[in-house]
C-alpha cells in the first residue's frame, strides 16, 4: 500500500489483500453487521436509532440467506444466481431470455443470459456454491476466462456463497474480457434489494415537519 501509495483506502482497495478479506469474514461472524454499542445507542438521535435497527435487521437477514444457500444443494444456487440476474434486469428482466445450462458438458459455463431478443450479445454466468472456508482463487478465474474466449464472449459473472481470493480479483481485473465477481455477501444484498428469496414484512413511513407550509400558508 505504501508503495502504490492510494488516494483512498477503502474496503473495496483492501478487498484485494487475501488476509483482510479472511479478517473481514471473520470478523462478520463474531459480531452481528451494523451492530452498535448501548452508549451510541442512547446517543443517537431517533433517526439514526431507526437506520442501525434497519441495517441490524437487514445484516441478520442477509445471514440467513447464506446459510439457506449453503445448505443448499448446487443446482439450486445455479437457478438461483440466474434468477437474480434476471431480478436486476439482465435479459430484459425475461426469465425467457435466461438459462441455466446442462449438469455435464457446459465447459465451466453454468448459465447464459441473452441482453437482446436477437441473442447477439449474451453474459455467460459462473456458479460455485462453496463454503466461505474455501476461497476461490485465481484458477477458477482463469478457467472461466478460457471458457469465455472460446465460446468468444466478452462478458461473464463469476457468483460464488463463499469469497475470493486477493488473487482472484486481480486475475479478473486483469482478464483480457470482462469478468464481475459477486461473493456471498453481495450476492445476498441483492437478493434482499431486488426481492428474490425475501418478502416484506412491514414498512414504515417516516415523516417530518414542514416549515414551509407554515410560513407560506394563506387563504
Not at 30 to 55: G, M, Y
Amino acid at each position: 500500500m505504501l508503495t502504490e501509495n492510494p488516494p483512498d483506502i477503502t474496503i473495496k482497495y483492501l478487498e484485494q489483500f487475501e488476509e483482510f478479506v479472511e479478517f473481514r469474514y471473520k470478523k462478520s461472524k463474531e459480531k452481528p453487521k451494523n451492530q452498535v454499542s448501548a452508549t451510541e445507542i442512547d446517543e443517537a438521535t431517533p433517526s439514526e436509532r431507526l437506520e442501525s435497527a434497519f441495517n441490524e435487521i437487514k445484516g441478520a437477514l442477509s445471514d440467513d440467506l447464506l446459510d439457506r444457500i449453503r445448505n443448499n444443494t448446487p443446482q439450486f444456487f445455479e437457478h438461483l444466481v440466474v434468477r437474480v440476474l434476471v431480478a436486476m434486469g439482465y435479459g430484459g428482466g425475461h426469465s425467457g431470455y435466461a438459462t441455466v445450462t446442462q449438469l455435464s458438458g457446459d465447459d465451466g459455463i453454468d448459465g447464459v443470459i441473452q441482453e437482446d431478443r436477437l441473442g447477439l450479445d449474451m453474459i455467460y454466468v459462473q456458479a460455485k456454491k462453496w463454503d466461505p472456508t474455501n476461497s476461490v482463487g485465481p484458477g477458477e478465474i482463469d478457467k472461466f476466462v478460457g471458457s469465455l474466449m472460446r465460446k468468444r464472449a466478452t462478458k461473464g459473472v463469476f457468483i460464488t456463497s463463499g469469497v475470493f481470493t486477493s488473487g482472484a480479483r486481480r486475475a479478473a481485473t486483469q482478464a483480457t474480457v470482462s469478468v464481475r465477481l459477486i461473493d456471498g455477501d453481495e450476492l445476498a444484498d441483492l437478493m434482499i434489494d431486488y426481492g428474490v428469496g425475501v418478502s416484506e414484512e412491514a414498512r414504515y413511513t417516516v415523516k417530518k415537519l414542514d416549515t414551509d407550509f407554515f410560513d407560506d400558508l394563506l387563504f
